[in-house]
Protein backbone atom coordinates (compact mmCIF):
# COMPACT_ATOMS: atom_id res chain seq x y z
CA UNK A 1 0.00 0.00 0.00
CA UNK A 2 1.28 3.47 -1.35
CA UNK A 3 1.10 5.64 2.39
CA UNK A 4 3.40 8.93 3.03
CA UNK A 5 4.38 9.63 6.41
CA UNK A 6 4.44 13.00 8.23
CA UNK A 7 7.49 14.06 9.62
CA UNK A 8 6.68 17.80 10.32
CA UNK A 9 3.03 20.00 10.39
CA UNK A 10 3.27 23.31 10.23
CA UNK A 11 -0.22 25.15 10.68
CA UNK A 12 -0.19 28.07 8.39
CA UNK A 13 -3.89 29.68 9.02
CA UNK A 14 -6.74 29.17 11.34
CA UNK A 15 -9.77 30.36 10.28
CA UNK A 16 -13.34 30.47 11.28
CA UNK A 17 -14.23 27.46 8.83
CA UNK A 18 -11.03 26.16 7.41
CA UNK A 19 -7.15 25.74 8.59
CA UNK A 20 -4.36 25.35 5.99
CA UNK A 21 -1.42 23.36 6.87
CA UNK A 22 2.12 22.42 5.57
CA UNK A 23 3.13 18.67 5.94
CA UNK A 24 6.46 17.79 4.95
CA UNK A 25 5.91 13.95 3.86
CA UNK A 26 8.45 10.82 3.43
CA UNK A 27 7.67 8.99 0.30
CA UNK A 28 7.65 5.32 0.23
CA UNK A 29 11.02 5.84 -1.90
CA UNK A 30 12.66 8.16 1.10
CA UNK A 31 11.83 11.37 -0.75
CA UNK A 32 10.57 14.32 1.32
CA UNK A 33 8.08 16.32 -0.20
CA UNK A 34 5.48 19.46 0.90
CA UNK A 35 2.28 19.09 1.05
CA UNK A 36 -0.30 22.02 1.81
CA UNK A 37 -3.83 20.86 2.81
CA UNK A 38 -6.96 22.57 3.87
CA UNK A 39 -8.44 21.10 7.20
CA UNK A 40 -11.96 21.34 6.79
CA UNK A 41 -15.01 20.37 9.43
CA UNK A 42 -16.96 18.42 6.59
CA UNK A 43 -20.46 19.91 5.31
CA UNK A 44 -23.50 18.42 4.23
CA UNK A 45 -25.67 19.03 1.47
CA UNK A 46 -29.51 18.46 0.81
CA UNK A 47 -31.57 17.48 -1.98
CA UNK A 48 -34.82 18.56 -0.71
CA UNK A 49 -38.04 17.40 -2.77
CA UNK A 50 -41.57 19.28 -2.98
CA UNK A 51 -44.05 17.91 -4.82
CA UNK A 52 -41.84 16.16 -7.33
CA UNK A 53 -39.90 19.02 -8.11
CA UNK A 54 -36.35 19.67 -6.09
CA UNK A 55 -36.17 22.71 -3.89
CA UNK A 56 -33.02 24.86 -4.99
CA UNK A 57 -31.08 28.25 -3.51
CA UNK A 58 -29.64 30.62 -5.36
CA UNK A 59 -26.92 31.77 -3.57
CA UNK A 60 -23.60 34.07 -4.86
CA UNK A 61 -20.22 32.68 -4.11
CA UNK A 62 -17.51 35.02 -3.95
CA UNK A 63 -14.70 32.37 -4.50
CA UNK A 64 -16.01 32.52 -8.23
CA UNK A 65 -17.95 35.55 -8.24
CA UNK A 66 -21.06 34.68 -9.32
CA UNK A 67 -24.46 33.56 -8.26
CA UNK A 68 -24.70 29.79 -8.48
CA UNK A 69 -28.07 27.38 -8.31
CA UNK A 70 -27.59 24.77 -6.15
CA UNK A 71 -29.00 22.44 -3.41
CA UNK A 72 -28.65 23.71 0.35
CA UNK A 73 -25.84 23.15 1.68
CA UNK A 74 -23.85 23.95 5.00
CA UNK A 75 -20.85 23.30 7.12
CA UNK A 76 -20.71 20.95 10.11
CA UNK A 77 -20.44 22.66 13.69
CA UNK A 78 -18.62 21.21 16.14
CA UNK A 79 -20.53 18.59 17.66
CA UNK A 80 -22.78 18.50 15.08
CA UNK A 81 -24.16 15.33 13.50
CA UNK A 82 -24.56 15.69 9.86
CA UNK A 83 -28.04 14.70 10.18
CA UNK A 84 -28.38 17.52 12.85
CA UNK A 85 -26.32 19.98 9.88
CA UNK A 86 -28.76 18.45 7.39
CA UNK A 87 -32.18 19.44 9.33
CA UNK A 88 -30.51 23.20 10.80
CA UNK A 89 -29.18 23.93 6.90
CA UNK A 90 -32.43 23.22 5.31
CA UNK A 91 -34.65 25.57 7.81
CA UNK A 92 -32.10 28.01 7.39
CA UNK A 93 -32.09 28.28 3.62
CA UNK A 94 -35.28 27.56 2.91
CA UNK A 95 -37.90 27.66 6.03
CA UNK A 96 -38.40 23.95 4.78
CA UNK A 97 -38.92 21.08 7.48
CA UNK A 98 -39.08 17.68 6.37
CA UNK A 99 -40.57 14.35 8.02
CA UNK A 100 -38.25 11.61 5.74
CA UNK A 101 -34.47 12.13 5.17
CA UNK A 102 -32.63 9.70 3.78
CA UNK A 103 -28.46 9.34 3.46
CA UNK A 104 -27.80 9.42 -0.72
CA UNK A 105 -23.74 9.72 -0.13
CA UNK A 106 -20.96 10.92 1.25
CA UNK A 107 -17.58 11.95 -0.91
CA UNK A 108 -13.91 14.11 -0.64
CA UNK A 109 -14.65 17.09 -3.09
CA UNK A 110 -10.86 17.57 -3.50
CA UNK A 111 -8.85 15.00 -1.52
CA UNK A 112 -6.18 16.00 -3.14
CA UNK A 113 -5.50 19.28 -0.64
CA UNK A 114 -8.97 19.30 1.75
CA UNK A 115 -9.82 16.97 4.33
CA UNK A 116 -13.49 18.30 3.92
CA UNK A 117 -16.08 14.98 3.55
CA UNK A 118 -19.69 16.38 2.26
CA UNK A 119 -22.90 14.23 3.18
CA UNK A 120 -25.31 14.23 0.50
CA UNK A 121 -29.23 13.74 2.02
CA UNK A 122 -32.56 13.46 0.33
CA UNK A 123 -35.20 15.66 2.44
CA UNK A 124 -39.02 15.03 1.44
CA UNK A 125 -42.23 14.84 3.13
CA UNK A 126 -41.48 18.99 3.44
CA UNK A 127 -43.20 21.36 5.28
CA UNK A 128 -42.92 25.10 4.63
CA UNK A 129 -42.50 26.37 8.60
CA UNK A 130 -40.91 29.87 7.95
CA UNK A 131 -39.32 32.19 5.72
CA UNK A 132 -35.61 31.67 4.37
CA UNK A 133 -33.65 34.54 6.15
CA UNK A 134 -31.88 35.38 2.67
CA UNK A 135 -31.93 32.93 -0.15
CA UNK A 136 -33.71 33.28 -3.31
CA UNK A 137 -35.57 29.85 -3.84
CA UNK A 138 -36.30 27.87 -7.62
CA UNK A 139 -38.20 24.51 -7.87
CA UNK A 140 -37.02 22.68 -11.02
CA UNK A 141 -37.88 19.08 -12.33
CA UNK A 142 -35.29 16.64 -11.96
CA UNK A 143 -35.12 16.44 -15.62
CA UNK A 144 -34.75 19.87 -16.11
CA UNK A 145 -31.83 20.01 -13.08
CA UNK A 146 -30.04 16.78 -15.24
CA UNK A 147 -30.09 19.19 -18.85
CA UNK A 148 -28.06 21.48 -17.31
CA UNK A 149 -25.73 19.67 -15.82
CA UNK A 150 -25.30 18.20 -19.20
CA UNK A 151 -24.54 21.76 -20.51
CA UNK A 152 -22.39 22.62 -18.35
CA UNK A 153 -25.02 25.47 -17.01
CA UNK A 154 -24.78 23.50 -13.57
CA UNK A 155 -21.09 23.55 -12.30
CA UNK A 156 -21.84 22.82 -8.75
CA UNK A 157 -20.57 19.48 -7.51
CA UNK A 158 -22.68 18.89 -4.52
CA UNK A 159 -25.94 19.80 -6.93
CA UNK A 160 -24.46 17.76 -9.64
CA UNK A 161 -24.05 14.58 -7.15
CA UNK A 162 -26.95 14.94 -5.49
CA UNK A 163 -29.06 15.21 -8.60
CA UNK A 164 -27.74 12.35 -10.03
CA UNK A 165 -27.80 10.10 -6.75
CA UNK A 166 -31.55 10.93 -7.49
CA UNK A 167 -31.76 8.47 -10.32
Not at 14 to 34: A, F, H, K, S
Not at 57 to 81: C, F, H, N
Not at 137 to 162: N, P
Amino acid sequence: MYEERTIERKQLYRGRVIQVQLDTVVMPDGRTRIREIVVHPGAVAIVPVVDGKVLLVEQYRKAIERTTLEIPAGTLEAGESPEECAERELMEETGYQASQWDKLIEYYPSPGFSSELIHVFKASGLKRVSDAKELPLRFLELHELEAKIRTGELKDSKTIIGVLMMR
